[in-house]
């Protein structure tokens, strides 16, 4: 199976800061024949399921603000929040999806400073 | 609007069995793969288990392969997880959610708010 890791386990970060999150996977999530990274980025809030935020690493969902923004290829990736507000407090995941069983990182919790 | 409702948890002891359902609305149950996801108290994410928009194919995760069974009746825009021989690890909340073909599983564009499962004698 792909192991994702993803660093820091948590993160605080002042209000307009800068925020980022990675995510490494243990084989390449990149397909060549698409030349598309597998890769996605789910938001989760207390009490509420994940939301897809950022997939094929650098596509933003529909309705999710411009502050997020993915990057990366291959087996390094990173999810940064251009200017953390908030609403943007919640857990990080990142998701290959490039083989089955499909992984999650373990999660990065994003909190305000 | 697209909803997926999940249902069928509860208190179950070891060794012992649960039907998880998920009702889907507001979009054409069979053109999209689904999946099962679950989340132990205080933790992060596991795949379970995915199966094709017609059925066609199901996968799963090492840890629920030969317990759980993933199943889906179109014509009911319902998703199933049947769990057999359930552990204390089995303890989660297991969340339905919508991949985006119905060959592909990909990433995850709608989910349920989850059904929570938990194994104790």
């Known amino acids: 199976d792909i192991v994702m890791t993803q660093s820091p386990d948590s993160l605080a970060v002042s209000l307009g800061e800068r925020a980022t999150v990675n995510c490494k996977s243990s084989?390449?999530?990149?397909?060549?024949?698409?030349?598309?990274?597998?890769l996605a980025w789910y938001q989760q809030k207390p009490g509420q399921p994940p939301k897809l935020i950022i997939y094929w690493a650098s596509t933003r969902e529909s309705g999710v603000p411009d502050r997020f923004i993915g990057s990366g290829s291959g087996t390094d990736f990173t999810l940064t929040v251009s200017s953390l507000q908030a609403e943007d407090v919640a857990v990080y995941y990142c998701?290959?999806?490039?083989?089955?069983?499909?992984?999650f990182g373990q999660g990065t919790k994003l909190e305000i400073k | 609007e697209v909803q997926l409702l999940e249902s069928g948890g509860g208190l179950v002891q070891p060794g012992g069995s649960l039907r998880l359902s998920c009702a889907a609305s507001g979009f054409t149950f069979s053109s999209r793969a689904m999946t099962w996801v679950r989340q132990a108290p205080g933790t992060g994410l596991e795949w379970v288990a995915g199966i094709g928009g017609s059925g066609g194919w199901t996968k799963y995760a090492d840890s629920v392969r030969g317990r759980f069974t993933i199943s889906r009746e179109n014509s009911k825009n319902t998703l199933y997880l049947q769990m057999n021989s359930l552990r204390g690890e089995d303890s989660a909340i297991y969340y339905c959610?919508?991949?985006?073909?119905?060959?592909?599983?990909?990433?995850?564009?709608?989910w349920g708010r989850g059904t929570l499962v938990t194994v104790s004698s």
């Open positions: 959610a919508r991949g985006v073909t119905a060959d592909t599983i990909w990433y995850l564009d709608v």
């Open positions: 084989q390449n999530v990149l397909y060549s024949s698409d030349n598309k990274n597998y």
């Open positions: 998701h290959q999806y490039y083989d089955a069983p499909h992984t």
